[in-house]
């Protein structure tokens, strides 16, 4: 696959050109988990598949959710609609969703023989449903945004293995770390081997774009974020500049702000930021490296269109005019969030980005 011959026939490559750090006319937006629960269309479809895990199934069905938000607002990027557990799930651990719970795994990984048993999954085999999802969803999109692939980083997904569930206290996880970090590294490189495969083939299937979710690196010490979730990510970067060259690859790392310059080194082109930390602090630490992508509190969508605009003028003006600046929250939306102010950040990052791409031109000459 060539991915310059996809991004040429893009009718809107802002998001890719931001990426890159290249000049906009105005600040590319989308949102983690912009579709999902909050949209009425979305609850329909959910309601027609029957179960979350159908749904994640069902190509056609992954379609008609990603394209959503497109149709209703306009982003400048969509995401492929898939779960980050999508792999252990393939594994063979026995994923379920319950009600009120969430994604739980009937068979989770604690001893040795555990890790030697998991298999690495074939993207074109036990995941084929996911590679369908990402070429009919590009099919749907007919080139109107590029569309994003993704997947979980190597600890978020051990620690969903490990402990079976979600976790407040990662008490397994964390156990594992400190009296058996051999163990853990095993797995993890496992799971570094099938995360680089597997977004491979994403964009082999046609994604334009790559995102890896760091949901719990935030929950490690410092010497056990940079071992056990930063470093797999850096490999899979790596892996992925030669097995999916042109590619750009993005890191999310959730409450991992202090590490910021560290994920930058890892050679992705995008870093996201959550909104404990100020954007232009962040632009300033990585001077420039990399585009950055955030970082609205997602709770600030509850507030009033008025407020919204207000907020989201100022991360605009925190970051400035320079260019690698995509505008997204600093975690996924929220399943309450009333779909009238997305909107409203929609019409305000359209309305009040352009003025500092301007100055930036000017600045420029």
Known sequence: ?????????????????????????????????????????????????????????????????????????????????????????????????????????????????????????????????????????????SNR????????????????????????????????????????????????ESVAIYLAAQAKAGADALMIFDTWGGVLDPDGYRFFSLQPMARIVERLSVIAPGVPVMLFSKGASAYLLEQANTGVAALGVDWTLNIGDARYRVDGGVALQGNMDPTALFASPEKIRELAGRILDDYGAAPGHIFNLGHGILPGTPPENVAALVQAVHELSPAYHAAAADEAV
């Not at 992954?62 to 393939?90: K, N």
């Not at 555990?114 to 999954?121: G, K, M």
């Not at 978020?156 to 853990?184: C, N, V």
């Open 145 to 192: 945004v590029p569309l994003i692939g993704f997947a979980g980083s190597p600890w978020t997904l051990a620690t969903y293995m490990i402990e079976g569930r979600g976790s407040r206290d990662f008490a397994h996880a964390k156990k594992m770390r400190y009296d058996a970090p051999q163990l853990l590294k095993a797995l993890l490189d496992k799971l570094t």
């Open 1 to 141: 696959m060539n991915p310059s011959l996809n991004v040429s026939m893009l009718q809107n490559d802002r998001f890719l050109r931001a990426l890159r750090r290249e000049p906009v006319d105005r600040t590319p937006l989308w949102l983690m988990r912009q579709a999902g629960r909050y949209l009425p269309e979305y609850r329909a479809t959910r309601a027609k598949a029957g179960d979350f895990l159908t749904l994640c199934k069902t190509p056609e069905l992954c379609c008609e959710v990603t394209l959503q938000p497109i149709d209703r607002y306009g982003f400048d990027a969509a995401i492929l609609f898939s779960d980050i557990l999508t792999i252990p799930d393939a594994m063979g651990l026995g994923l379920q969703f319950v009600e009120n719970e969430g994604p739980t795994f009937s068979n989770p990984v604690r001893s040795a023989d555990d890790i030697a048993q998991l298999p690495i999954p074939d993207p074109e085999g036990e995941l084929r449903y996911v590679m369908d999802a990402v070429r009919t969803i590009k099919s749907g999109l």
